[in-house]
């Protein structure tokens, strides 16, 4: 008797879509950079690689992660963080363990997303892209990838957890901390190479991009939604690059404890301030700027809509595309007024 649940025929549907990412760098460059570091701490430069770790060409890997192919052409989505190492030359391996060069087309330079191509005319089998909008609490979910690395063709089941998380991320020890809001919380298995691989619904359609897990934690894993992967690559098709819309503010989110500190009128909106004393709060010739937005100032709303900790001015900006016109209910001096600003595209 062989077993043949909808699970197994989604597994078998999605697993020829995922791929392998793996970044390599010639030893020689490992050495320069090597050589660059420790020349400025004084140190004589040392490097020591197992020979079987170099490969017939001098590359030796450097990271890796998980992908998937969401066109024919071979076009791939990942996180940023997979591909964010400089000087690094990109091989894509299938399922069936062909091996492909691939190049970057673009990085998102606000959400943890990449997008890749295959060097190859060879049309590839692509998965479909859900609508990350309409998830609910405790539906059936899959995470595929290549675990750890090692593990190739790795598929854990699990529900949805939580809807909306905001995480403070880090690609390793050594890296910035990113914010990554409205992630899909899954206690599916995500590990370290699983990252970049798709969390899919129970029929196969891709609903996330596996990114993040909380180190000492169990079963507790954020995938990016795939809503934010859809404006990009429909801004690749049609412009050649991911268009992200501008507002032109700094700001912090008011809560109830926030406003009393402050002694503000409202415990809601984003109050425009500067991070930093050298920072500005407005940026110059930017849509806010234009629409007449100033320090201090509290923006209440967006298109009626009231921003608050669950709502971001960055939540609302995602739902956008650069020309947009919004309309925004802003507080000054315990007047409030409306402004409609274009959203101009970000630099």
């Known amino acids: 008797m062989r077993e043949h649940s909808r699970i197994i025929r989604t597994v078998r549907n999605v697993m ?64 940023k963080h997979v591909v964010n190492e400089p000087g690094v030359a990109y091989t894509v391996t299938t399922s069936d363990g062909k091996e492909y060069s691939a190049e970057i087309l673009a990085r998102d330079p606000l959400n943890d997303v990449a997008i890749l191509k295959i060097k190859s005319d060879t049309k590839f089998p692509t998965i479909t892209l859900g609508d990350s909008d309409t998830l609910e609490l405790g539906q059936t979910v899959l995470a595929f990838g290549n675990a750890l690395g090692l593990f190739k063709n790795t598929v854990s089941q699990g529900i949805v957890s939580g809807l909306s998380r905001s995480v403070e991320a880090k690609a390793d020890a050594q890296a ?14 995500i590990n370290p190479g699983n990252s970049g691989g798709p969390l899919v ?12 897990v909380v180190v000492g934690a169990q079963n507790i894993s954020f995938a990016i939604p795939v809503k934010a992967a859809w404006h990009d690559i429909k801004d690749l098709r049609e412009h050649g690059r991911i268009r992200k819309p501008l507002l032109g503010v700094r700001y912090v989110i008011l809560n109830h404890d926030m406003s ?15 991070e930093h004393p050298f920072d500005v709060a407005v940026v110059s010739e930017s849509p806010a700027a234009r629409g007449g937005i100033k320090e201090h100032d509290i923006i209440l709303s967006w298109n009626g809509k009231k921003i608050a900790p669950e709502s971001t001015l960055q939540d609302f900006l995602e739902d956008c595309e650069v020309g947009n016109e919004v309309t925004l209910s802003v507080w000054r001096k315990g007047k409030t007024f409306e402004t409609k600003i274009t959203l101009t595209e970000r630099k």
């Open 260 to 274: 009393e500190k402050m002694k503000l009128p409202v415990d809601y909106g984003a109050y425009v301030t500067r």
């Open 176 to 189: 910035p901390t990113q914010e990554l809001r409205g992630l899909i919380q899954t206690d599916a298995a």
């Open 201 to 212: 619904d129970i029929f196969g359609r891709a609903i996330g991009i596996n990114a993040a």
């Open 16 to 79: 020829p879509t995922v791929v392998s990412i793996v970044l390599t760098k010639s030893v020689e460059d490992l050495k320069k950079e090597l050589s660059r570091i420790r020349g400025k701490k004084g140190r004589k430069a040392e490097l020591s690689i197992p020979p079987e770790k170099i490969d017939a060409h001098g590359m030796v890997q450097v990271g890796g992660g998980s992908g998937f192919i969401v066109d024919s052409q071979g076009i791939i989505l990942t996180n």
